[in-house]
């Protein structure tokens, strides 16, 4: 018993024609609302609904039913928007484009940039239905919406009716090891539709009052290297600037103009190797352009981006639009424009950790802002999927994977390593560091060179390929389990045909001859981070069915991020919540062992930059 449905939405009283018809919250501010809504379902059942009076009872109707639509998130959105969430979390949505993503995520579709759109799906997989030459040329056309109304009555009842066939042809290429974790995946979808609808509040005041600061610092570094700042603005003028007036010997170079490359990564490696050989003045010069850099992207993406965001969304949030398999990993990604112009979020994925930037991001009004960060959680998924012993033994027991590896790293024994470091001894902290740094660079494999040029880029360490041969020696001789799986997951999925993930997601290897070495990390990679994903989709609809009052307000890295009551018990709930996130049945729901526990840290705040740990 399997329905479809699709909604089609558009501006009025005076709302952006172009955007607002694709911006739910719009509904909020009177400038957009659903047109027409299209059912369809088994039998040849059809309904269509233009009296949003009646859409409570529909959605009733619905309850409890497997319900079909393509970008689900969107159309569940815009009907939280004109009802209620309860009302639209009682239907078991999902989504045909992260079906399609479940059979057909590979190699080809990432190299081809393979679209999900419901035309090209419908095309390509429905291409003898009856219905399709006519669907396709409908989708072809191109209407404004909210004017023609026939065409959009049209289109909304092909949307429905097509999107319920491209189900039932999805579902019939899943294979069952895949079909739970699907299944798991699904029932995020209201929470995550409703994420993006509330959005996240800004303080742009506070990121305006930022910019005097940042402008001064960026005056001062201009006149320390008594240079216009469009010398370093401008990828041309740098270039002269380093390798002409500095004479220094270019990294890189750019592959599109063959000029030498003046990305931020090449300059912090120049700068790495004059600090090493005590070139201290040239080494300054090139700590001052990326401190300008690092200032200049405060000023224009962030600090600018936070305002522009708010202001355009009229009601001082960002609705960056989340995206559920996101990458072939099939993390989230989010999407900061609507039509690649209309600034409705910001880039949350790549907000400096340090600094005042995060103190921008606040919980909605009335709610606290709860963190739960899955502690350690590609370590301990390759623990598990490599089967590792010590790597295992580490989190059977308890122990600090960082702490064991920097230990292991200095020489000092583990024990005496933990006490020193509890105690702030700085030489210690700077090897707990450095095995930090190892233990997340060396999981998925690396060369000593690239490890070498990763400590710099990414951590600030600067350390020769000699020193990174040694810790890269040092990982694979502690964790030899981790290097038997690199092999045997390569030789697995080019038997198989595939990697895949402890919930049975799959990616699709197809490029083992002249791209080896790049198919070979994915099947290695995959598997992991992939896991990772299939961990926070389980955490979500977990949290989502046993604490209602936790609303998903979006995703970062290893975090996911609630918005809680805040009343005397927003602290009990957080600590709830963790006891279940930490509890959470994953062999049940993977159907495969998991010999350790997979562990998620607590943290409760103000803003994003104020979030103070909690436990139990």
């Known amino acids: ?79 939280i928007a004109h009802t209620d969430y309860d009302l639209v979390n009682a239907i078991k949505w999902e989504d045909t484009s992260l079906l399609a993503k479940w059979v057909m995520n590979s190699q080809m579709t990432e190299k081809r940039t393979w679209s999900y759109s419901l035309k090209h799906l419908v095309g390509h997989f429905l291409p003898d239905d009856p219905m399709t030459e006519e669907f396709l040329d409908v989708k072809t056309d191109v209407h404004v919406p909210g004017q023609d109304q026939d065409y959009w009555d049209k289109r909304v009842v092909m949307d429905a009716v097509l999107t319920l066939k491209l189900a039932h042809h999805l579902l019939g290429l899943l294979p069952e090891s895949m079909v739970r974790g699907y299944t798991i995946e699904q029932r995020c979808i209201a929470s995550v539709a409703r994420s993006w609808l509330d959005g996240i509040l800004l303080d742009g005041d506070q990121a305006q009052s930022m910019t005097p600061d940042i402008r001064e610092g960026q005056a001062k570094i201009l006149k320390k290297l008594d240079l216009p700042s469009t010398v370093i603005t401008s990828p041309k003028q740098l270039g002269e600037y380093m390798f002409n007036t500095l004479g220094l010997q270019p990294k890189n170079f750019s592959s599109k103009t063959g000029a030498p490359s003046t990305a931020q990564d090449d300059i912090k490696l120049l700068h790495s190797d ?39 969304n009229l009601d001082g949030t960002t609705h960056p639009s989340p995206n559920m398999f996101g990458t072939y990993t099939s993390r989230f990604t989010y999407s900061a424009k609507n039509l690649k112009k209309y600034p409705t979020g910001v880039a949350i994925h790549q907000m400096p950790r340090k600094g005042p930037v995060r103190t921008f991001i606040k ?35 308890g122990l600090d994977f960082h702490s064991m590896t920097g ?21 210690v902290v700077n090897h707990r560091y450095n095995g930090k740094f190892v233990n997340l660079s060396c999981n998925y494999r690396i060369g000593n060179q690239a490890l070498a040029r990763k400590a710099f880029t990414q951590y600030g360490l600067s350390i020769d390929v000699a020193t990174a041969a040694q810790w890269n020696n040092v990982f694979k001789t502690s964790y030899p389990g981790v290097v038997k799986y690199w092999d045997r997951i390569v030789t697995r999925s080019k038997r198989l045909g595939y990697t895949e993930t402890l919930a049975g997601k799959r990616y699709y290897l197809d490029e083992w001859g002249q791209h080896e070495w790049v198919t070979s990390s994915s099947a290695i990679n995959f598997p992991i981070q992939g896991s990772g994903s299939d961990m926070k989709e389980l955490a979500i609809a977990m ?66 930059g104020d979030m103070k740990e909690i436990d139990y």
């Not at 989502?544 to 918005?563: E, G, I």
């Open 1 to 79: 018993m399997m329905y479809s449905l699709d909604v089609e939405t558009s501006a009025i009283n005076g709302g952006d024609a172009d955007a607002f018809g694709l911006e739910p919250w719009r509904v909020y501010q009177g400038t957009a609302t659903i047109t027409v809504i299209s059912v369809a379902g088994p039998d040849g059942y059809q309904k269509i609904l233009k009296d949003l009076d009646e859409l409570p009872n529909l959605l009733k109707e619905l309850a409890g039913k497997r319900v079909f639509a393509h970008n689900a998130k969107f159309d569940a959105a815009w009907l």
């Open 274 to 312: 004059l600090a090493l050989t005590n070139q201290t003045e040239l080494a300054g010069k090139l700590e001052a352009i990326l401190e300008f850099k690092h200032l200049k992207t405060l000023e224009t993406k962030f600090i600018k981006g936070v305002v522009t965001s708010a202001e355009y």
């Open 363 to 397: 919980p909605l009004p009335g709610y606290k802002l709860a963190e739960f960060d899955a502690a350690g959680q590609e370590s301990r998924l390759m623990a598990i999927m490599s089967g590792d012993e010590n790597m295992l033994k580490v989190f059977e027991d």
């Open 407 to 427: 230990s292991r790293i200095s020489g000092i024994e583990y024990s005496e390593f933990v006490e020193r470091f509890h105690q702030g001894d700085k030489d």
């Open 543 to 608: 949290v989502a069915q046993k604490f209602p009052k936790a609303h998903f307000a979006f995703d970062v890295h290893d975090a996911l991020f609630m918005y809680l009551p805040d009343n005397d018990g927003v602290v009990d709930l957080a600590t709830d919540i963790k006891r279940c996130l930490n509890n959470l049945p994953y062999a049940e729901a993977w159907q495969r062992d998991i010999p350790i526990p997979l562990l998620w840290d607590a943290a409760l705040g103000t803003s994003w």
